[in-house]
């Protein structure tokens, strides 16, 4: 099994940064795929990004492109998320989650392990 437990979360103005981390401890794999989820109040949950554990490949969803990067500390076994000019809608809870793929992707459902989720709300 693999734990993850996210945190970093909170209140933000619009406009502001926040970082998350995604600790993830017990089994690990030679090679793995970390990605960061969100879904907000009534809306299905929706990939953000994903990065494989050597931190040489990555992929954003468009939404975020450019304002969000992941990233990893193999060290660490940890996983970043830094998010820079938010926007209220990026008001979600997040989750980080892992899959032991060598090939990274956006597909929630080929996600092996999930955190519990840490709350984002970005004021207008």
């Known amino acids: 099994q693999v734990q993850l437990v996210e945190s970093g979360g909170g209140l933000v103005q619009a406009g502001g940064s926040l970082r998350l981390s995604c600790a993830a401890s017990?089994?690990?794999?030679?090679?793995?795929?970390m990605g960061w989820f969100r879904q907000a109040p009534g809306k299905e949950r929706e990939f953000v990004a994903a990065i494989g554990w050597g931190g040489r490949s990555t992929v954003y969803a468009d939404s975020v492109k450019g304002r969000f990067t992941i990233s990893s500390d193999n060290a660490k076994n940890t996983v970043y998320l830094q998010m820079n000019s938010l926007k209220p809608e990026d008001t979600a809870v997040y989750y980080c989650a892992a899959d032991p793929s060598l090939v990274v992707h956006k597909t929630a459902g080929l996600y092996n392990y999930w955190g519990q989720g840490t709350q984002v709300t970005v004021s207008s």
């Open positions: 017990g089994r690990t794999f030679n090679s793995y795929v």
